[in-house]
């Protein structure tokens, strides 16, 4: 396959499933843009989150996966006079030139920026679409589909494609420099084949013209960096903010970034939106705001959900921009189509169940009191305790029994009393049980926990340390006041602690259980989870609560046997997102399991653990946006899951509140599910990551377990110091009232 050749018809593949419906969802509801209209969604170069910037494919996927967007293509000038697209005039960033021009490197001066590398009006255009290959411009994205597609002239754009194209001259001034006049070319292809949309950030540019592009054509000015000074009036872009009567008389609106309009400190908090909007608007100007990319970092107000990002600047009561322009167009477009004017007073218990992981411990510190809050606010319908015990006995909530994981106690006065449990893992941990419940309390804090550290991705620092750790005898009684379907708490290591630290958890459980009320009333579920069948079978004997067995392998299936054996002891699975889904190198594959189908014929309900909003969590078929990922495990072909056991609650429950579920043939495009090994059938041979084994059946063996072995009461914990001394402040409370009486 020649270099920049690859064969578009591969393509048809991977967007089956997309051209099956082409509807897309139609408001009725009235938006607060200038026209009344909804936003316009523009894709910068395409779908470029995805695929090199202004290739066709990119271009392609964008126009079919989210078919009311706008295509935007940066123009750049070759030596010859023809445009082609490219993101960056600096050839370097967005294609491999230097595999074909090695000495073509030069230095020139860009609008007061020397910068050296590879430029478009050195080279003549045919050279450039013949030697030339796409990638992708930004390092932490994929580099898969780099060197496949070849470089598309604007004329290929402007007549390929239905959908509006919206051409930005970034640089004019500059390539008049080299007599080549881009206001030529562009009235010159705008007369051809007619143009949607025209920005730039140069007045003079727009000025020559007005009047003579068609009258449909709007010419939109473009806001650069606040300081950055625009050439042709000398003034920043800042000051020229405060003149929109000058910019409105030479464009329709104006694009600007999106700090402009929604400003962020610097440690990344979102701040109150300015009046950049409502100014433009009172001035007739239409507003587009710019740098939505839905894997850049976003403001921790957005818990890394970018559609709820969007939704802050097109449905925040206040106003809508009148349009975005990202490199990840499908999420605005299912923004705009199905998560605008959300009834979130709707409750509604329906399919899927929000199960929390740890409380919301995307927002919280794990397991804490406001993870807790925050899991019922956002709409969990059950709300999770996974437990661990204290030296004196004490059943918490805590999401790992090494409280290094998810505590302040490596910094604490305890820091030097690790132990190493080989029943638990090699390395040195903190445990719960080697801690008081006062010793915990009083001397350490939750830690927010970081799953994607790795990626170097943090959760909400302002919230670090936020919050007050929980007893289950807390947890079970802040959730019985709230309105709630149940709670779900999880048992994990009952051998360990019945032999080693005399404590029995089921027991423990079901009396705390009982203690709160839990055992008699039935508006609320209680659900006990664990990995363990054993510990699932000690419950079935003493309890009625419903028993989710939580699947630890990646499985791709499970036998007909094996489903019987669960059937024994459990009312629910749990599944991992890769047994559904199996992906490699963060890439869907084309395997198909039949995990979910087998179980839920069997009639066990399925819940897929553990949802994160944040991208790098996600493969990229669900196109860094963890509401489609959701989309993809609900509206799944062959049956969806029951239940979506989530560290992000709040995104989970307002996918379920979306006007675009159950629309059958007319689901929009954007709202449909991956076709998994898509993407990878569109990479070359060699760059496709090595191909899965096939997963493995549950079986019998993974299943059946020996009984829990019984209490080892020779280790059984001390009692508990907090109890004696509620003990005692009761005995000399008592003591006082007596004295007083019999003083009066
Ligand atoms: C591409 O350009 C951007 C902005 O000019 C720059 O930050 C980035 O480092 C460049 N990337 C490469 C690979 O040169
Ligand atoms: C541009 O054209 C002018 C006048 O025709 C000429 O003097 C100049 O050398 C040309 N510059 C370049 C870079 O070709
Ligand atoms: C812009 O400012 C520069 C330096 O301050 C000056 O040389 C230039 O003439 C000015 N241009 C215009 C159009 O005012
Ligand atoms: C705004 O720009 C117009 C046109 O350049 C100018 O006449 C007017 O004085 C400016 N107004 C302000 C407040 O700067
Ligand atoms: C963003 O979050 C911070 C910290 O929680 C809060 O103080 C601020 O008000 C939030 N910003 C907006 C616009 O809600
Ligand atoms: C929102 O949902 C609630 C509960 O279903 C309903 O009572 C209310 O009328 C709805 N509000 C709107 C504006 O539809
Ligand atoms: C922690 O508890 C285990 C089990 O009771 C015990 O063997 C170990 O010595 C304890 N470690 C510390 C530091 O107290
Ligand atoms: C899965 O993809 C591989 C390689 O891309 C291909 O050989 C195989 O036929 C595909 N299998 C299915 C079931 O589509
Ligand atoms: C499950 O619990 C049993 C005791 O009931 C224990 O022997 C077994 O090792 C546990 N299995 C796993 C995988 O931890």
């Known amino acids: 396959m020649g270099r920049g050749s690859h064969d578009c018809s591969v393509l048809r593949s991977l967007l089956l499933l997309l051209c099956l419906s082409s509807a897309a969802a139609q408001k009725a509801s009235t938006w607060k843009t200038l026209s009344g209209d909804a936003p316009l969604v523009i894709a910068k170069g395409g779908f470029s989150g995805l695929f090199p910037d202004s290739s066709d494919f990119a271009l392609n996927f964008a126009s079919l996966s989210?078919?009311?967007?706008?295509?935007?293509?940066?123009?750049?000038?070759t030596k010859d006079g023809a445009g082609i697209c490219l993101p960056d005039i600096n050839m370097d960033n967005c294609t491999i030139i230097p595999n074909a021009y090695l000495n073509g490197v030069k230095t020139y001066n860009v609008n007061g920026v020397s910068v050296k590398g590879w430029f478009p009006m050195d080279y003549k255009s045919t050279d450039l679409l013949r030697d030339v290959s796409l990638k992708q411009p930004i390092n932490s994205r994929t580099d898969k589909f780099d060197g496949l597609f070849a470089i598309v002239p604007v004329e290929d754009v402007l007549s390929k494609y239905k959908t509006p194209v919206w051409l930005n001259v970034q640089y004019d001034s500059f390539y008049s420099q080299f007599n080549l006049s881009m206001r030529n070319y562009i009235l010159s292809v705008s007369k051809q084949y007619g143009v949607d949309y025209i920005s730039s950030p140069e007045v003079n540019f727009l000025n020559s013209l007005l009047g003579r592009v068609s009258k449909k054509t709007k010419l939109v000015f473009r806001f650069l960096d606040e300081h950055t000074v625009e050439p042709s009036t000398n003034q920043t872009y800042g000051s020229m903010l405060k003149n929109l009567t000058f910019i409105k008389t030479f464009a329709s609106g104006v694009l600007v970034p999106k700090q402009y309009i929604l400003p962020v400190t610097q440690d990344n908090y979102l701040q109150p939106h300015t009046s950049v909007v409502d100014d433009a608007h009172k001035a007739g100007l239409e507003v587009y705001a710019a740098d939505f990319a839905n894997d850049f970092l976003l403001s921790y107000n957005y818990s890394y959900d970018p559609l709820m990002e969007y939704l802050s600047f097109i449905d925040n009561g206040a106003f809508s921009v009148d349009g975005v322009l990202t490199d990840f167009p499908i999420t605005p477009s299912a923004a705009i189509g199905c998560f605008t004017n959300l009834n979130n007073s709707k409750?509604?218990?329906?399919?899927?169940?929000?199960?929390?992981?740890?409380?919301?411990?995307?927002?919280?510190?794990?397991?804490?009191?406001?993870?807790?809050?925050?899991?019922?606010?956002?709409?969990?319908?059950?709300?999770?305790?996974?437990?661990?015990?204290?030296?004196?006995?004490?059943?918490?909530?805590?999401?790992?029994?090494?409280?290094?994981?998810?505590?302040?106690?490596?910094?604490?006065?305890?820091?030097?009393?690790?132990?190493?449990?080989?029943?638990?893992?090699?390395?040195?941990?903190?445990?719960?049980?080697?801690?008081?419940?006062?010793?915990?309390?009083?001397?350490?804090?939750?830690?927010?926990?970081?799953?994607?550290?790795?990626?170097?991705?943090?959760?909400?620092?302002?919230?670090?340390?936020?919050?007050?750790?929980?007893?289950?005898?807390?947890?079970?009684?802040?959730?019985?006041?709230?309105?709630?379907?149940?709670?779900?708490?999880?048992?994990?290591?009952?051998?360990?602690?019945?032999?080693?630290?005399?404590?029995?958890?089921?027991d423990v459980v079901i009396k705390a259980l009982d203690d709160s009320g839990y055992s008699k009333q039935t508006a609320q579920k209680v659900m006990i989870q664990s990995t363990n069948s054993s510990v699932l079978v000690k419950f079935k004997q003493q309890t009625k609560y419903n028993l989710v067995y939580m699947i630890e392998e990646l499985v791709g299936d499970a036998a007909p046997s094996s489903v019987a054996d669960i059937k024994k002891f459990a009312d629910a699975v749990s599944v991992n997102t890769l047994s559904i889904y199996p992906a490699t190198a963060k890439f869907l594959t084309n395997q198909t399991n039949h995990l979910v189908q087998s179980l839920q014929s069997a009639g066990l309900p399925v819940y897929v653990y553990v949802l994160m909003n944040e991208f790098v969590s996600q493969p990229y078929d669900f196109f860094s946006d963890a509401t489609l990922q959701i989309n993809a495990y609900v509206n799944r072909p062959d049956g969806g899951v029951d239940g979506l056991i989530t560290d992000f609650p709040a995104t989970a429950h307002r996918y379920k509140l979306n006007s675009c579920m159950n629309m059958g043939n007319n689901t929009p495009v954007f709202?449909?599910?991956?076709?998994?090994?898509?993407?990878?059938?569109?990479m070359l041979g060699a760059a496709q990551p090595p191909a899965l084994a096939p997963m493995p059946p549950l079986t019998e063996s993974d299943i059946v377990e020996p009984p829990l072995p019984p209490v080892n009461h020779a280790t059984a914990p001390a009692p508990s110091h907090a109890a004696i001394r509620m003990h005692t402040d009761v005995s000399i409370l008592v003591t006082l009232m007596l004295c007083a009486s019999l003083m009066i």
């Open 347 to 506: 409750t509604d218990h329906a399919k899927p169940l929000v199960i929390s992981h740890n409380g919301a411990s995307g927002d919280y510190p794990d397991c804490t009191d406001l993870a807790y809050q925050k899991a019922v606010a956002d709409g969990a319908e059950v709300i999770d305790c996974p437990v661990q015990v204290t030296k004196d006995g004490i059943p918490i909530c805590m999401s790992s029994i090494d409280l290094g994981d998810v505590t302040t106690v490596a910094t604490s006065q305890f820091a030097s009393q690790t132990t190493i449990i080989q029943d638990i893992k090699g390395a040195p941990g903190f445990y719960s049980f080697n801690l008081t419940w006062e010793d915990i309390v009083k001397n350490l804090k939750p830690r927010i926990s970081s799953p994607m550290s790795k990626y170097d991705m943090h959760r909400n620092p302002r919230n670090r340390n936020a919050g007050n750790f929980m007893r289950l005898s807390d947890f079970l009684a802040f959730a019985k006041g709230e309105d709630l379907s149940g709670v779900m708490i999880s048992v994990e290591r009952a051998a360990f602690m019945a032999e080693k630290l005399g404590f029995g958890v089921v």
């Open 671 to 682: 709202m449909l599910p991956p076709q998994p090994g898509g993407l990878i059938q569109n």
């Open 66 to 77: 989210s078919p009311s967007a706008a295509l935007w293509c940066d123009v750049q000038l």
